[in-house]
C-alpha cells in the first residue's frame, strides 16, 4: 500500500492562490483522498531540504563555521527526522524521548544540542549516557544536576548557558520579554543568574564551557530583537571576562523564530540574517576569536513543506453567510483555535467568486472550531464533496493532532523526492483508537 507510485511531481499544478510552498495537482490530492480517506497529511521532502538550504545559505556572510539545528518539537515525525538527518543539521531537543526519535531516525548524538526545561539529574545521565555532548542549562539547579550526571557518566561535557536577553519582540509567541521561563538573566543577585552559573561552570572540572543561547520567540518577523539581543550578550561576556579573566566562547546560539510566510510578506531567512550578521562578524571581533554560530529553526524548516487535505461534507445558509462544513477540526489544526492561527485555504477545484461571506467551519460540536479565514483564502466553488486543503501546516500541527470527538489519527503521507508517495504515519481506524482510548481493557 506504501509504495505505490501515485504522484508524479512534475505534474504542472493548477495555478491557485499566490503562496509559496509544493505544488500538487488536483488530480493526485483527489486520488488520493480516495485512497487514504479524509482529513490527511501530505508532506512534500523536497520542501524540506530546500528549507535547510535556504537557511544555510542565509548566512554565508558570516565569517565563522554557520550549522542549522531542527527543533524537533514542531514535527517529530521519524521520516521527517531522517530526512533532516541526511541533511547533516543539528537537532535541537528538550526531552529525552525526543533524543529516543532522533537516534532511531538516523541522526547521531554528536549532532544535538540539548536544551530541557525540567533539567533533572536522570535525564542528564541518560542522554550523556546515550553521548549527548552540547547540554544548555538553564538554572543553577540544572547545573548542578549536569555535574552530578557528568560525574557518574564520566562523560565531558561542552555546557552552553541559556540566557534570557529581555527584549522586546514582536512576535506572535514570545519566549523573551517578560517571559521568565526561559532563561537566565545576565546579572542579578541570585545564584540563577548567567553570571554566576557561567562562573561556576568555569570551575568545574569535567564540564567544558562552551557557549550561549538564547530564544526569543517564534514567528519573528522584525530581526531588530536579534541585534538587541546579541548586543547585550557582548556587553555581557566583556563585562564577565572582566571580573572571571579570558574565558572562550565557542558557540553562539541564537535560536528559533524564523517567519514562515503563510500567505502574506514576511522576511525570507537571508534577509533575517542580512541584518544582525555584521553585528555577528564584529562581535566575533570584539570577543577575540571565531565561534560557530547556530540557528535553530522548527517552524521555517518544516511548515510550507505540507498541506492538510480535507473534504467539504455539508454547507448551509445562515443569514447573508454560506457556512462550509468539512471533516477536519482543530483536532487536526490546534493553532487555529489556540491561536486563531490563520493557514492559507484553498478550495480544490475553485469555482466562481460569489458576493456571498464563507465562514469554514470544523467538524467539532465546538463554537471555537471555525478556522480563520480572510482574503489570503480561496474558498470560492466549495460545494459537498470537494476537497479544501489548507497550506503551510507542516509545523506544530501534526504533532498535536488530539482525538477530541473520538476522531481517529489520520494519515500522513510524504511526497518522496524520488516521486513516489509513502505512508509516514498510519492512520488510525475507530477500532485502534478505541483500543488506545481504553477500549480493550473493558472487562467482559
Ligand atoms: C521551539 C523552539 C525553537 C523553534 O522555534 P521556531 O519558531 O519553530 O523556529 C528553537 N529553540 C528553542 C529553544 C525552542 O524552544
Known amino acids: 500500500m506504501s509504495n505505490k507510485k501515485l504522484v508524479d511531481p512534475r505534474t504542472q499544478p493548477v495555478s491557485r492562490t499566490g503562496v509559496a510552498g509544493p505544488k500538487f495537482s488536483d488530480e493526485d490530492l483527489y486520488s488520493l483522498a480516495e485512497r487514504y480517506g479524509t482529513p490527511y497529511f501530505l508532506v512534500d521532502e523536497a520542501t524540506l531540504r530546500k528549507k535547510v538550504s535556504e537557511v544555510e545559505s542565509a548566512f554565508t556572510d558570516f565569517k565563522g563555521k554557520f550549522r542549522v539545528a531542527y527543533s524537533v518539537k514542531a514535527n517529530f515525525n521519524p521520516s521527517v527526522i531522517k530526512t533532516f538527518a541526511g541533511e547533516g543539521i543539528m537537532f535541537d531537543l528538550t526531552a529525552t524521548s525526543e533524543l529516543h526519535f532522533v537516534l532511531r531516525s538516523g541522526g547521531s548524538p554528536a549532532s544535538v544540542m540539548y536544551t530541557s526545561i525540567t533539567e533533572t539529574e536522570k535525564e542528564y545521565e541518560e542522554v550523556l549516557a546515550l553521548g549527548v555532548k552540547k547540554v544548555v542549562v538553564a538554572s543553577h539547579n540544572g547545573l548542578l544536576n549536569l555535574t552530578e550526571a557528568a560525574g557518574k557518566t564520566g562523560r565531558e561535557v561542552q555546557v552552553m548557558v541559556r540566557v534570557n536577553p529581555e527584549v522586546h519582540v514582536h512576535a506572535e509567541l514570545r519566549g523573551s520579554m517578560g517571559h521568565g521561563k526561559f532563561g537566565l538573566q545576565f546579572n542579578?543577585?541570585?545564584?540563577?543568574?548567567?553570571f554566576s552559573v557561567l562562573r561556576r561552570i568555569l570551575a568545574t572540572p569535567g564540564l567544558k564551557f562552551e557557549g550561549f543561547h538564547f530564544h526569543l520567540g517564534s514567528q519573528i518577523e522584525d530581526p531588530a530583537c536579534y541585534a538587541e539581543a546579541l548586543e547585550r550578550l557582548e556587553a555581557f561576556v566583556l563585562g564577565a571576562r572582566r571580573q572571571l579573566g579570558q574565558f572562550e566562547v565557542r558557540t553562539i546560539d541564537i535560536g528559533g523564530g524564523l517567519p514562515v510566510s503563510y500567505g502574506r510578506k514576511v522576511p525570507s531567512p537571508?534577509?533575517?540574517?542580512?541584518?544582525?550578521?555584521?553585528q555577528l562578524n564584529s562581535l566575533a571581533e570584539s570577543m577575540g576569536g571565531?565561534?560557530?554560530l547556530v540557528a535553530e529553526s522548527g517552524r521555517f524548516l518544516t511548515a510550507e513543506s505540507?498541506?492538510?487535505?480535507?473534504?467539504?461534507?455539508?454547507?448551509?445558509?445562515?443569514?447573508?453567510a454560506k457556512y462550509v462544513y468539512v471533516d477536519a477540526g482543530y483536532n487536526t489544526l490546534l493553532d487555529s483555535a489556540l491561536l486563531r492561527h490563520e493557514y492559507p485555504v484553498e478550495v480544490v477545484p475553485g469555482g466562481r467568486v460569489s458576493p456571498q461571506k464563507t465562514v469554514l467551519a470544523g467538524r467539532l460540536c465546538d463554537p471555537l472550531d471555525v478556522f480563520p479565514t480572510s482574503t489570503r483564502s480561496r474558498l470560492a466553488g466549495a460545494g459537498v464533496g470537494k476537497l479544501v486543503v489548507f497550506r503551510d501546516v507542516g509545523a506544530y500541527s501534526i504533532v498535536m493532532n488530539m482525538p477530541f470527538h473520538s476522531q481517529p489519527r489520520p494519515y500522513v503521507l510524504m511526497r518522496t523526492?524520488?516521486?513516489p508517495v509513502r505512508v509516514i504515519r498510519k492512520g488510525q481506524d475507530?477500532?485502534?483508537?478505541f483500543a488506545e482510548e481504553g477500549g480493550d481493557l473493558l472487562a467482559d
Open 306 to 320: 505540507t498541506v492538510l487535505v480535507c473534504r467539504v461534507v455539508n454547507i448551509k445558509s445562515f443569514g447573508d
Open 188 to 194: 542579578g543577585g541570585s545564584e540563577d543568574s548567567a
Open 270 to 278: 537571508k534577509e533575517m540574517a542580512s541584518k544582525i550578521v555584521g
Open 290 to 292: 571565531r565561534f560557530t
Open 417 to 419: 523526492t524520488q516521486g
Open 430 to 433: 475507530v477500532d485502534a483508537l
